[in-house]
């Protein structure tokens, strides 16, 4: 049932605004908005997980775990207009809950968040949405590889995933407070890492700080 070939695949020609009647006919049994929804947000999940295991097996199956349980349990998910953070949450405990049996992780909070460049996307690429040249890239790259995992993976999910403070908050089990906290800290550091970051970036990354 699940089409999820990552190599290639066309972008989803739902916008955001209609996530919600997506999740909505899902949750009513239409074949069509499942793999709709699949399609969908399957790419980004992906992104998203791989920054936690380099497993690309343990990947794979965290995310055919995830659709086919809400197929499964379609009927009893309720109708929500936090589609994406409710994803999100979802994919990270399955990750979480299949790291912790073969590793010494003792929480959610220890789970490394390794921002590395991908086939798919670079990490500059996902977070500011920009060119840049091969040595800027590099740099940004080396820069992010110094931040802590959770600062990496907030900034991962403001501007990759578009999520708000409160969205981040609900997936990383904090409060809204606390991700302010992680992505000013995380932003700063990388401003004084490099100063002509902002201008590069139009200065849109501290707007909502």
């Not at 089409?3 to 009513?28: N, V």
């Not at 049994?29 to 997980?49: M, P, T």
């Not at 929480?107 to 670079?122: A, K, N, Q, Y």
């Not at 932003?187 to 590069?200: G, K, N, Y």
Request: hydrophobic residues 40%.
């Amino acid at each position: 049932m699940l089409k999820t070939d990552i190599k290639g695949q066309p972008q989803s020609a739902w916008e955001k605004t209609d996530e919600a009647l997506l999740w909505q006919q899902f949750r009513e049994g239409q074949q069509e908005a499942f793999q709709g929804l699949v399609n969908h947000f399957y790419r980004d999940l992906h992104f998203y997980g791989g920054r936690f295991t380099r497993d690309s097996d343990l990947l794979k199956d965290c995310l055919q775990d995830l659709f086919l349980d809400l197929w499964t349990y379609r009927h009893k998910i309720i109708q929500t207009a936090y589609i994406r953070p409710y994803l999100y949450k979802s994919l990270r405990r399955k990750i979480y809950r299949e790291i912790s049996r073969h590793s010494s992780v003792i929480g959610e909070e220890d789970i490394p968040f390794d921002d590395v460049c991908s086939e798919e996307v670079t990490a500059e690429q996902a977070i500011i949405r920009t060119e840049l040249s091969d040595y800027q890239t590099a740099r940004l790259n080396a820069l992010l590889a110094q931040l802590s995992d959770r600062q990496r993976e907030a900034i991962h999910l403001k501007f990759y995933a578009e999520l708000s403070n409160d969205e981040i908050a609900d997936i990383l089990v904090v409060n809204k407070q606390s991700v302010a906290n992680l992505l000013h800290r995380g932003l700063s550091r990388l401003r004084e890492s490099w100063p002509s970051l902002l201008s590069i970036l139009a200065g849109w990354l501290l707007s909502e700080l």
